[in-house]
């Protein structure tokens, strides 16, 4: 090696070293930001801060099945005391009254702030004949024992009022002193996590905490034979990230291994094969650094696209050596670059258009492609021949190249057959057109139907809020937010009280206005008032008033009590569950209220009538949201945009080909066998029962920018005279690298990576074969 190739080699050496380095302090992440929008709407931005951050995205749902309903109800209160200790948990409930000492204290101090029934006609004496008949009613009942401690303190019940209405018809059914499912198979658990919901670490170290210590009781032999079912979207996530990682590692592993050991075969040279790698790892290092300099972070599922990428990257290392071999470096330079840096530019061009997705994934896919592929044909230009010089020789093509050319004698026969297919394909998809296009972002979810039940199971036995349907209030300033969410909540109280949904969580419940709180406490008549008041009410009654001097004393210093504030919250439940409803940005304070659909006879949830809910809200400032229905329309922006780049990216390589050719004929023998292409891989899928998602669309341009570089050799050579053995040669060790690459993405299980790699892998074998039938002439290997 000279001393010239010496100084080129160290400073790709020095390039890589940088770039490992900053790879090293770059941030991985494998979680649901690359579904969620880049530049979101303020409505957007509340419902990504719920996804992330809410209520919900903190709830982990625990079912202990097996055994008898003794040892499910033993186990659930053992469960729920280990997770108190363990510190993952804010919140631990199972229906027992001890789990909720903070919050029980914390309703009896400020009951008179909370209970929606305090009002001056409750403290007539007829109110509160009528209401303390209704509590001694309550305390008689076989749930009496809850209340029974705070009679004398609160013999109107604001505690029952306010516990009543916090799950209305939705709180499973008690038994053994637990929840317990309807069928009394399950014992129910219901938490939330300390983590928050983008905080995929600190959900799984709540669930491995959960497992651990369910684990720990079946060193009792009575508990033994149970078993512990969860689910939530901490779950989900969890397992999306895992599953992401673990595809990603097997992918890496099957691309590299394919391409390494094809690539030993045809090169027969440890020295060639290193020399080959250059352009590929210098492409993907320079991808990474790309990837996390625009976007600060590098998603899991674009360094999967980016292990398939590697196959189109060795290309080029590929047609160096073979196309130079046979002619030096310097013809390779004349004859075969310009038209691979012409392939390179249709490249840039189709993954140049991902840049301007609105959909971050699309995004970060474009700037990898870009970098990856210019980094490698950069390498390959001007790294390749100054280290490996004119010493490098590939091995003669060998017979299965040979066999191969004598079939490209024939292909023009399948000219015929191959736009009577195609044509059929386009009358096919213009008949189906309506049907094409899947617009449901579930279709790119990892959860599998058997997890999506059983959330369902568990969400309709424990009557968790759905993640679905929710309605948002925003508002400058907290307490207008807050008028308005109380306003919000009348309207939905009449939907809960005709059965149009079974209740909603709402953080006014908790804290309600200034507003509200003034005139509940002002509804409070003063000490010498309330004394006659009741004890009108209690003449020829069972209690006394004179037993209730503690109530009396209770409602004095609440009429003389400062107004709730959110700090008096600290300590309990309650306050994560008003600050993850509660959002603000600069002035304006936005509210999310969940809905709880209601359960039908076979345990599912109905769906909420969106138009009936809308219809109450009417005249309010308050939003009504179906999350799936919001989530599709965002998805089917981007599925509208996803069209229109891959169209203008088609139409910029087409552009670019006919600058360059000046030839229409050229041109339309080029463009055909790719236009074929896609109509063919369009039909293949909808027929195979898929609809045509964004990332199918990315698959297809990702075919038409591959395959313009084998149209463009094959172009090249005829004009030329011919297409050469060698030549013949690289082009078939390249698409099979490219093949190997994308055909480890088809088999995924992870579905945004297979829908790319199930039509990319097939692309790359048709185009070619299309090529070759409309491009070559009827004679080649004669020539």
């Known amino acids: 090696m000279t001393r010239a190739a010496v100084k080129v080699l160290l400073l790709w050496l020095l390039a890589m070293i940088a770039g490992v380095s900053w790879i090293t302090q770059a941030r991985f992440t494998a979680d649901m930001s690359f579904f969620l929008p880049a530049d979101p709407s303020p409505q957007q931005e509340v419902l990504v801060g719920q996804m992330k951050d809410g209520a919900v995205s903190r709830l982990l749902m625990l079912g202990i099945e097996g055994g008898d309903e003794a040892s499910r109800a033993r186990a659930s209160m053992a469960l729920r005391q280990a997770l108190i200790d363990g510190g993952h948990f804010l919140s631990v409930q199972n229906g027992e009254v001890e789990g909720l000492q903070a919050e029980r204290d914390f309703l009896l101090r400020y009951r008179y702030h909370l209970s929606p029934a305090v009002a ?86 709540a669930m491995e905490a959960a497992r651990a210590a369910f684990a720990g009781l079946q060193t009792d032999p009575a508990l033994r034979g149970l078993s512990l079912t ?43 094969m290193a020399f080959g790698l250059l352009p590929v790892t210098a492409g993907t290092v320079a991808a990474i650094v790309a990837v996390d300099l625009v976007f600060g972070t590098v998603h899991g599922i674009t360094i999967g696209f980016g292990a398939a990428l590697i196959g189109e990257s060795v290309d080029y290392a590929i047609y160096f050596f073979v196309q130079s071999g046979r002619v030096g470096i310097q013809a390779w330079r004349e004859s075969f670059w310009p038209t691979i840096r012409l392939g390179v530019m249709t490249s840039i061009a189709g993954f140049g258009a991902l840049l301007f997705a609105g959909f971050p994934g699309l995004a970060q896919l474009g700037v990898y492609a870009l970098a990856g592929i210019i980094t490698a044909a950069l390498v390959t230009r001007f790294v390749l021949p100054a280290v490996a010089g004119e010493g490098v020789r590939v091995a ?225 400032s308050a939003v009504f949201i179906d999350l799936k229905a919001e989530f599709e329309s965002l998805y089917a922006d981007y599925l509208g945009q996803a069209i229109a780049l891959s169209l203008a990216g088609v139409a910029l390589i087409t552009l670019m080909l006919a ?58 050579m005829d004009e030329d005279g011919g297409l050469a053995p060698d030549v013949w040669s690289s082009m078939t060790v390249a698409v099979v690298t490219t093949l190997i ?29 299309l090529a070759a039938a409309f491009i070559t002439p009827r004679r080649v290997s004669d020539r």
Request: hydrophobic share 45%; aromatic share 6%.
């Open 120 to 205: 001056p006609q409750r403290f007539t004496s007829e109110g509160l004949r009528e209401s303390i008949d209704k509590t001694i009613g309550v305390v008689s009942s076989p749930v009496g024992y809850l209340f029974k401690p705070y009679l004398l303190q609160d013999p109107t019940g604001e505690m029952i009022e306010i516990l009543s209405r916090l799950h209305p018809g939705s709180e499973p059914e008690t038994r053994q002193g637990v929840w317990m499912s309807r069928d009394g198979q399950r014992a129910l658990l219901l938490t939330q996590t300390r983590a928050s919901g983008a905080d995929t670490d600190g959900q799984e170290q």
């Open 230 to 272: 969860m689910s939530g979207p901490g779950l989900f996530a969890v397992k999306a990230r895992e599953s992401i990682r673990s595809e990603i590692s097997r992918i890496s592993l099957m691309s590299s291994i394919g391409i390494g050991l094809l690539l030993l075969w045809i090169y027969r040279s440890p020295r060639a």
């Open 396 to 620: 003669p093509t060998g017979p299965l190249a040979h066999t191969t050319q004598r079939w490209l004698d024939h292909a023009w026969r399948l000219r015929w057959p191959m736009l009577v297919l195609a044509f059929v394909a386009l009358a096919y998809l213009v008949q189906q057109r309506d049907t094409l296009w899947g617009r449901d972002l579930s279709a790119l979810s990892t959860v599998t139907d058997e997890e999506a039940q059983v959330d369902a199971r568990l969400r309709a036995d424990i009557g968790a809020p759905d993640a679905r349907y929710m309605v948002l209030v925003s508002a400058p300033g907290r307490e207008a937010a807050l008028e308005a969410a109380e306003e919000a909540s009348r309207r939905l109280d009449g939907l809960v009280a005709s059965g149009d949904m079974a209740g909603y969580d709402s953080p006014t419940r908790f804290l309600p206005s200034e507003q509200v709180q003034r005139q509940r406490l002002d509804s409070l008549p003063p000490a010498q008032a309330m004394r006659a008041e009741l004890q009108r009410a209690l003449e020829g009654a069972p209690l006394s008033a004179s037993r209730l001097e503690p109530f009396l004393q209770a409602v004095e210093a609440a009429r003389h009590s400062p107004l709730l504030q959110r700090s008096d919250l600290d300590g309990t439940a309650m306050a994560l569950a008003v600050d993850s409803l509660m959002s603000q940005s600069g002035d304006q304070w936005s509210i999310v209220l969940p809905l709880r659909p209601t359960v039908l006879d076979d345990g599912q949830p109905s769906d909420i009538d969106g138009a009936r809910v809308r219809q109450a809200l009417d005249g309010t």
């Open 659 to 716: 600058f360059t050719l000046r030839s229409l004929r050229r041109l339309v023998r080029m463009m055909l066998p790719l236009f074929m292409t896609v109509v063919l891989l369009m039909a293949g899928l909808h027929l195979g029962g898929s609809s045509i998602n964004m990332l199918h669309l990315v698959g297809l341009l990702m075919v038409v920018a591959v395959g313009s570089n084998y149209t463009l050799f094959f172009d090249t």
């Open 741 to 769: 690459g994308f055909g480890a993405l088809a088999v995924s299980h992870v579905p945004v990576l297979r829908s790319i790699g199930g039509v990319v892998a097939p692309g790359v074998v048709i185009v070619l074969v």
